[in-house]
């Protein structure tokens, strides 16, 4: 317990007995969701007045922040229902999977659970299946119409600019740099997209077919029957109501046994209205729980975004490139060394949600999860994505959670160069190069590898690759000729992750802090102070406006550089989207 806890629990059993005061007007709360719904809440160092207010960091509501407001809602006996307004959420899978759970738990303490959203695409109905009611508008559409994955391939493209990718992988699922060296799929590409589908699509057809009480076949067949109106899926059952907003008072006037098939639809309102009130108004009324500061904590220590050496950084606007968020290497080591070194923290979360990097980065912070697993339990939490150098920082933790869908493995490696030698033939752009020593020019973007330097970089990848192989045997307590068998540059889901041993459970943010307390020790049943580790410098941003003397762009010259400078990848292909 803290020296200010009493004073500070004093002053909240008072608001809330002034909380209790208001009986009325509560019953049904309105809850947006929109965005992106990062892991956690962003403790960025707030920049000052007036560069506060420009939208260059827009604030995100993250899972955290959505976690605590359910939990006040699912604690007050006066709400009993919720409606959530699902317009613009850009979250991915993972997210949206976290969404549905805390959903369900709502639900699960006596909530009535209703969504709203004026259509919906495969990802919206799989987050808005999870309530007990669907409802569209009359001018509403369901386009859950399937998933796909796409990808790219610019090999013909860069020639036509006198560019050459001569890039090498290992191994044969490795396929990130196909983007810029191939015309079109390898066969073992396809097999693995094919396999990823599979996962996904079995995932969202299995959890809709189950809360909406059909088979999943049934759901399959009405998804090759999209788009659809709201008449016609109120038809097949996929939505319950079809209802403009301002309808949902009377809707949700209706007795809780009363709502079924002989419920007022929207051509006959009810005559008692259910008091709708939104989130923010909400919030100021609903009781806040006492909470105590632990001795022992858990601490939570984030990766986000590809991996890269010295420190992390985040571009000012979303980019079409896998760099908007970098995680450094020295600025990720610190964090866990804080964790290491405070003597509070009892056992670490270790949040992941990166398509890897530098391999170089990705082997120095590997260490550091190893050296901080040695001395306190480390529980790997995976977010959309953790593959290639992402898997490789989580192979040594003592547990590993995921969500269903999200992207793991690709154990393999690439590297290679960009040929420009051409280019500048064609723009008429002179060059002459000295050297000193025999292999000055192996990466010269001159020319490409002859075949003695090819065999020379594929030895140096090879070796990169047999040392990523021992980390995950080492660490997952398998074999190396097992490793392989899953390794060779695949990509797996969540699912396919647990069932081949890479994972070892589903689940979310609640799911890693059960493990972590179990792994040190501690009470299941007590609430422990979780607290977000950072390095003690901050993080760099850049800005597009001066700021240390470095500027947005500046930045980005850097991350692309860092980029560069490796010869050795651990990257998934950040080509690999499926999207709905």
């Known amino acids: 317990m803290h020296l200010f806890d009493i004073p500070r629990n004093g002053m909240l059993a008072i608001r809330n007995a002034i909380r209790s005061l208001r009986r009325k007007g509560l019953d049904i709360v309105v809850f947006p969701l929109e965005g992106s719904f990062p892991e956690r809440t962003s403790r960025r160092t707030p920049l000052p007045f007036p560069l506060n207010m420009l939208p260059v960091f827009p604030s995100e509501v993250s899972l955290e922040e959505v976690q605590h407001a359910l939990d006040l809602i699912a604690a007050d006996r006066r709400v009993r229902g919720v409606v959530f307004r699902i317009r613009g959420v ?5 997210a949206r999977h976290t969404l549905r759970r805390m959903m369900l738990d709502l639900h699960a303490a006596g909530k009535r659970t209703v969504a709203w959203l004026p259509s919906a695409d495969t990802w919206d109905y799989y987050l808005a299946s999870a309530c007990q009611e669907i409802v569209l508008p009359p001018s509403g559409r369901i386009n859950a119409l399937g998933l796909r994955s796409e990808a790219l391939f610019l090999k013909d493209t860069l020639g036509m600019t006198g560019i050459k990718a001569d890039l090498e992988s290992i ?27 599979d996962s996904i699509f079995e995932h969202v057809t299995a959890v809709i077919a189950k809360e909406r009480g059909m088979t999943a076949e049934r759901v399959r067949q009405l998804v090759d ?11 097949a059952d996929l939505i319950d109501a079809i209802l403009y907003e301002d309808e949902l008072a009377a809707h949700l006037g209706i007795a809780e046994g009363a709502a079924g098939d002989d419920a007022p639809n929207v051509s006959e309102p009810a005559d ?8 923010r108004n909400a919030a100021r009324w609903l ?14 220590v984030s990766l986000e975004g590809m991996i890269v050496p010295g420190k992390s950084r985040r571009m000012p606007t979303p980019l079409p490139l896998p760099i908007e968020a970098q995680a450094g290497a020295e600025t990720t080591a610190a964090a866990l060394r804080q964790a290491e070194a405070d003597p509070h923290i009892a056992a670490v979360i270790f949040h992941v949600d990166s398509p890897g990097g530098s391999s170089l980065a990705s082997d120095l912070i590997w260490r550091q999860v190893r050296r901080l697993q040695e001395r306190k339990p480390v529980v790997v939490l995976m977010g959309e994505q953790a593959a290639s150098g992402g898997y490789y920082v989580s192979a040594s933790a003592d547990h590993i959670v995921a969500r269903p869908t999200t992207m793991t493995g690709s154990i393999g490696v690439w590297g290679g160069k960009f040929v420009v030698g051409e280019l500048y033939d064609k723009l008429e752009i002179g060059h002459r190069e000295l050297q000193r020593g025999a292999r000055a020019d192996l990466y010269s973007e001159f020319r490409p590898f002859n075949e003695e330097e090819r065999q020379q970089v594929r030895q140096e990848m ?3 690759y047999a040392r990523f192989k021992r980390v995950v045997a080492q660490g ?20 396919q992750a647990v069932e081949i041993g890479l994972v070892d459970e589903m689940g979310d943010f609640e799911t890693a802090l059960t493990a972590a307390k179990g792994r040190a020790e501690l009470d299941p049943e007590k609430e422990y102070t979780v607290v977000q580790i950072t390095a003690s410098h901050p993080e760099q941003l850049p800005l597009p406006f001066p700021t240390n003397n470095e500027t947005g762009w500046t930045a980005l010259r850097a991350a692309l550089y860092n980029l560069t400078r490796e010869r050795v990848w651990a990257m998934a292909p950040w080509t690999v989207r499926v999207r709905g």
């Open 225 to 235: 029957q999209m788009p659809m109106t709201p008449e016609d899926a109120l038809r």
């Open 462 to 464: 090879g070796a990169t």
């Open 476 to 495: 997952r307590g398998m074999m190396e000729e097992d490793v392989e068998e899953i390794a060779r540059g695949r990509v797996w889901t969540g699912e």
């Open 90 to 94: 850009q979250a991915g899978s993972a």
């Open 272 to 279: 008692d209205h259910a008091p709708l009130i939104t989130w």
């Open 171 to 197: 191994a044969e699922y490795k396929v990130t740099p196909d983007m810029f060296r191939r015309t079109s799929m390898t066969e073992p590409h396809q097999e693995m997209l094919e396999a990823l589908l």
């Open 287 to 300: 009781k806040r729980p006492a909470r105590w500061t632990t001795r022992k904590r858990i601490g939570v």
